[in-house]
């Protein structure tokens, strides 16, 4: 494929991302705007409802594939691609509020529940599941009193009702929680009458509602929620419970209170549910520590380094005749290429675009761009960027294939276009086909699944073979000294210069220095709380280069060091098996921290975390051989060599 075509590729591509964003939701998708809303007294404000999740699960659903009340039209509202792929699913509602007009006991519907919505409610209720709201943007949550300080959390969503026993009653029984009372915290502008919503919490009650006369839709008298009674006390009654036949009345109470939190500080209520404090202390901690070996890994191998280099270069000036020994015995097959060359290239190539979208996806993260009202926004950045550093994929996949010898670029930039994507898409497609034979919400829909494809073969691939289309033009790396055409023999090695033992032990240091902030990681995804710290993560995140770096050249050295060559996948193998160590943590994770019990939810996480686990690899394998070949070419340039 000649150039100009495949940048005609490329730049159809790009057009396909602005085709994408100003499609319809079915099949494209947009970033939400985070602009402030002001409203006037009386203005309307409409609740929307959001999927219904669980811990115990990790399967979300419709909020409406259970018996709630309806509005007369349910109108979906657009989504971006990281808001589907997570499984959103935001709808209108029959809650509507008057701004700053409070209300009390007021009747949505009533339903009759049958056989089957019986037991789906059950269902949900001991699996524990939560419904998700949100009103201008802000999600609903739950204050709970902590019972070791005198200090309220906040829980995303309520329970849709709970299980225990009620009356004497020694069988457990299942209860909606049907009643909502809304608390809607505003800030009014003093020099006039807007105001802006900055708080959204609910407390939910289960209550068997019983009326006067015939039943008359939303003007009926509840005589168990009269709003004419200020003494009344709605977790005094009797709590509702799901039976087959029985009716259910669904009500709601709002009220508005002013509040002193400014429009542009209204998240921190959110972005602190979690008690973390002792966790950033461990954080800070752990980076001290890394950092203070680090410096003493750079500073012993620089001293070592150097009192090496000197001392061959002297045995040079003053042509003694003795033997080399050491790193500079092998200087004529250090550079030999390795063997599966190839899928080398491929690794490196992928995790040069891993790289990329980490550090440009924290670099906006970091700097505000990807906050937490913009739901589904951190994934859509993700994604795109990943697809846009395809170009340096093929680039760097193309130059060390071409140092190498390799003849057949085209063969190399497809396998770099399509290895991990096509591993990742079948590993996402078989756990997509579990969720859709769940039911749920979180299955992602044919036209999601097609747009992605599009940005695969569209975007993803022609940037590819454009970057190594330019990477092989260029003239390829000369390693600083000549190859011998006939390899030396390895010595047998000592035991605990093993390939295998210190693969195992180079990939030590790198997961320890990430691990506590994993803990954040994997609470954010599979615990449904929001991640928050990306300054943090950033430093994590560096610290974490400088370790697969350090840990990579100090074995990379030894092994020079014992006349062992072969130093191109063993250097890969040795930050990249930090991955292993992830997994297993992710094991440990999920029979500590965990309630999964169904077969399909344990699947969908060990699944999606072999994904991650195979992603880590891929990037802190390249991080590390990317190191360590620098610091071949550097050595060996350093050194006088006939």
Partial sequence: MRAPAMLRWAAAGLALVALLAAAPPAAAFYLPGVAPTDFGKGDELLVKVNKLTSIKTQLPYTYYSLPFCKPNTIVDSAENLGEVLRGDRIENSPYVFQMREPKMCQIICKI???EKEAKELKEKIEDEYRVNMVLDNLPLVVPVQRPDRNTVAYQGGYHVGVKGQYAGSKDEKHFIHNHLSFSVKFHKDEDSELSRIVGFEVKPFSIKHQFDGNWNDAITRLTTCDPHNSKFVVNSETPQEVEVGKD??????????????????????????????????????????????????????MRTLYRDISRYNQLETQEEAQEETGWKLVHGD?????????????????????????????????????SPS????????MLLVWVLMGLIAGYSSSRLYKMFKGAEWKQITLRTAFLFPGIAFVIFFILNALIWGEKSSGAVPFTTMFALVLLWFGISVPLVFVGSYLGFKKPAMEPPVKTNKIPRQ??????????????LIGGILPFGAVFIELFFILTS????????????LFLVFVILIITCAEITIVL?????????YNWWWRSYLTSGSSALYLFLYAGFYFWTKLQISKLVSGILYFGYMLLASFSFFVLTGTIGFCACF???????SSVKID
């Fill in 556 to 564: 990379c050295y030894f092994q020079l060091c014992s006349e062992d």
């Fill in 112 to 114: 009759t529940v049958t």
């Fill in 525 to 536: 995804i599979w615990l449904h709380q929001f991640y928050y710290i990306f300054g943090f």
């Fill in 490 to 503: 390895i010595p047998e090695q000592a035991w605990y210069m093993n390939p295998l033992f210190t693969i």
């Fill in 374 to 381: 913009n739901r589904g926004g951190l994934m859509t950045a």
């Fill in 334 to 370: 250090v550079f030999r290429p390795p063997v599966n060359s190839d899928l080398l290239c491929v690794f490196v190539g992928t995790g040069v675009q891993f790289f990329g979208m980490l550090l440009v996806t924290m670099i906006f993260a970091v700097l505000g761009f990807l």
């Fill in 630 to 636: 620098w610091f071949t070419r550097m050595i060996y």
């Fill in 248 to 301: 259910i009345i669904f009500t709601y109470d709002v009220r508005f209170e002013e509040s002193e939190i400014k429009w542009a500080s209204r998240w921190d209520t959110y972005l602190l549910m979690s008690d973390d404090q002792i966790h950033w202390f461990s954080i800070v901690n752990s980076l001290m520590i890394v950092l203070f070996l680090s410096g003493m890994v750079a500073m012993i191998m």
